[in-house]
């Protein structure tokens, strides 16, 4: 069992940044997969980014790609997502997830098992 809580959203202007951190509790986070995923007011649940259990690999939709950069910290059983030049269509409630897949499905959503509650990103115009 993996229990997530994301952290770091806030209102923040267009062109801003901000760092978002889940940190999960369990011996087992270094064995799981974990993903960055968004969901904005009348619209799907969106994959942002994921990154492997031993953080040698990372993957990112092309929406973000190049201004979200995702990394973790087993000591710490945390994992982080950068986010720069924010753009007002970010604007979503933010959440973090925890699964263990084959790397070619870490974008597929229901490969997670464990959600956090989310966190609200705000980017003003």
């Known amino acids: 069992q993996v229990q997530l809580v994301e952290s770091g959203g806030g209102l923040v202007q267009a062109g801003g940044s901000l760092r978002l951190s889940c940190a999960a509790s369990?011996?087992?986070?270094?064995?799981?997969?974990m993903g960055w995923f968004r969901h904005a007011p009348g619209k799907e649940r969106e994959f942002l980014a994921a990154?492997?259990?031993?953080?040698?690999?990372?993957y990112y939709a092309d929406s973000v790609k190049g201004r979200f950069t995702i990394s973790r910290d087993n000591a710490k059983n945390t994992v982080y997502l950068q986010m720069n030049s924010l753009k007002p269509e970010d604007t979503a409630v933010y959440y973090c997830?925890?699964?263990?897949?084959?790397?070619?499905?870490?974008?597929?959503?229901?490969?997670?098992?464990?959600w956090g509650q989310g966190t609200q990103v705000t980017v003003s115009s």
């Open positions: 997830a925890a699964g263990s897949m084959l790397v070619n499905t870490i974008s597929r959503m229901n490969n997670y098992d464990y």
């Open positions: 369990g011996r087992t986070f270094s064995s799981y997969a």
């Open positions: 990154i492997t259990w031993s953080g040698g690999r990372t």
